[in-house]
């Protein structure tokens, strides 16, 4: 696939005439201290400057200002609440209790796949500093034994898929893979996709385009603040500007112009996401409540202060309430067996229409818009006052994000129809890696990497050594390249797989 430049528009021609219309613009919202040292910068600092003043939405600037900065929104859980009635791992539906065919839906997925209508898209916009490492997120080593990047793990997994339901002949349909940057290490992905010969993809079935930015704005005041003389400080529009960036970078068109009907969107952090499913795509695009626009994943909450986001049914509506605004009261709710009442954590795995994302972008030209999430930052600026750098030790700043369940509500919803979800193992598919230490880290990736391979092992009839605590005595890593599943484990025992693992072993299964 043609890759797209970064999304910033075209250089102004005329400088004096861009400059009248930036100051006009700026000068009428109460903007215009951005251009305070324009005649002290370079041409092409001025150029620079006034191409970031010119990306973005000074239109709808007050009114964000107004709601999000000067004022702190308050977020009520409003309206008719009730669980979803997902589709559960027993084979039954959450609520209800109706059985669903797990291979009706599993073969309908296959087919979707097989067909070449189904792409993979992931949200890769991070960098890795949180873990104390320098560099795109993706470019992360997670591979329990392997020490493989995140990239290249989630690459294993479309392979794993390209290879299992798509055939191997030259002709057959690939899966493409669609992966959104930011702007600040956008030239390092790509670089590193190039330096690792694309992970075993072919670099034509590769899209990479940078997410949009919003400005960060100072606290109280609402004015934008400047990260240099020449520069804007500006900030990613989160996971929910994937949305806008589908459409604008031509991602959209060129699924249209491939075939593809569906993406599988998930997050760079989690290398055990099974990032093709052909029971989720069966599902959302075939179960008889599913809308097919956009369907969720999630993980049953292990307790009720879990920090996750909650799968719900608000209004008719599936929606994702985050788990800071939920009452503590309703995430505690019980049912008579002990269960959690609200018990599907959200983790950021969605099965979108193309069809739906196109028509999100045709509905934002008519004003429709995704919320806005407000998060209190330590933003470092450039003090017009004093001609100095500041780093403040304190929350100085609002950065304004969208996130991308936030569409959810938006997918038709009829009294028969709507978004749907299915439940997944967190063993099986669910271990991100956020933190350098402590809970969702590289330590707990790598012991549950351990825990699902141990298990399948087990299943299939492998002798796996367990210390007295019930994780097993080993460290696994089992590519997906050679298990898709458990099932494909219990056929590949005395042959690619061995029959007992040994106490302290080490062993990388690909």
């Not at 603040?225 to 959209?252: M, Q, R, T, V």
């Not at 003090?383 to 936030?406: C, H, M, R, W, Y």
């Not at 330590?443 to 299943?459: D, K, N, P, V």
């Not at 890593?477 to 042959?495: T, Y």
């Amino acid at each position: 696939m043609s890759q797209p430049p970064a999304q910033t528009p075209a250089q102004p021609s005329n400088l004096a005439a861009d400059l009248t219309s930036a100051t006009a613009r700026l000068s009428a919202i109460g903007q215009a201290h951005l251009l305070s040292c324009l005649p002290q910068l370079t041409v092409p600092q001025q150029h620079a400057l006034l191409e970031q003043v010119h990306s973005i939405d000074l239109t709808a600037l007050p009114g964000l200002i107004e709601t999000y900065v000067k004022s702190k929104p308050s977020v009520a859980v409003s309206g008719d609440l009730t669980p979803v009635d997902a589709y559960a791992l027993a084979g039954r539906r959450a609520v209800s209790g109706a059985a669903w065919d797990k291979a009706a839906a599993r073969k309908a997925g296959e087919e979707l796949i097989g067909q070449g209508k189904v792409a993979a898209f992931t949200v890769a916009g991070g960098q890795g500093s949180r873990l104390g490492f320098e560099g795109p997120k993706g470019c992360y080593p997670a591979g329990a034994i392997s020490r493989k990047p995140l990239f290249a793990m989630l690459a294993d997994w479309i392979l794993a898929a390209q290879h299992r339901f798509s055939g191997t002949q030259t002709s057959s349909p690939t899966i493409p893979w669609f992966i959104m940057t930011s702007p600040g290490n956008h030239r390092q992905t790509v670089d590193f996709f190039a330096a690792h010969k694309f992970f075993g993809l072919r670099p034509t079935d590769v899209m990479f385009f940078p997410q949009g930015q919003l400005p960060s704005m100072e606290m109280g005041t609402g004015k934008i603040l400047l990260a240099a003389p020449s520069e804007i400080a500006l900030n990613p529009d989160g996971h929910g500007g994937s949305i806008k960036a589908l459409h604008a970078s031509g991602a959209c068109k060129v699924m249209a112009d491939r075939g593809i009907e569906h993406i599988c969107y998930v997050q760079i952090d989690n290398p055990l996401v099974r990032v093709i499913d052909p029971l989720f795509l069966g599902l959302h695009a075939h179960a008889a409540d599913s809308s097919g626009e956009m369907s969720s994943k999630f993980v049953a909450k292990t307790d009720p202060a879990e920090k996750v986001g909650l799968l719900c049914r608000l209004s008719g509506k599936t929606t994702v309430i985050e788990y800071s605004d939920a009452p503590a009261e309703m995430q505690a709710r019980r049912n008579p067996d002990g269960s959690l009442i609200y018990s599907a954590g959200s983790i950021a795995i969605h099965a979108i229409s193309r069809s739906f994302i196109e028509r999100l972008n045709a509905a934002e030209a008519g004003s429709l818009s995704m919320p806005y999430h407000r998060a209190e930052k330590k933003v470092p600026y450039f003090d017009l006052s004093t001609g100095k750098q500041i780093s403040p030790d304190k929350a100085n700043a609002i950065k304004l994000e969208t996130f991308v369940f936030d569409a959810l509500p938006l997918a038709n919803s009829t009294s028969s129809r709507g978004s749907i979800a299915m439940e997944t193992d967190r063993v099986d598919e669910f271990a991100p890696i956020k933190n350098a230490d402590g809970s969702d880290s590289p330590a707990t990736c790598s012991a549950i990497q351990t825990l699902r391979a141990a298990r399948w092992l087990q299943a299939a009839g492998c002798e796996v050594p367990y210390k007295p605590d019930g994780s097993p005595d080993c460290v696994l890593e089992l590519s997906p390249r050679l298990a898709f599943d458990g099932d494909d484990v219990k056929s590949l025992i005395g042959s690619k797989l061995p029959r007992s693992i040994d106490r302290g072993t080490h062993l990388l299964l690909s």
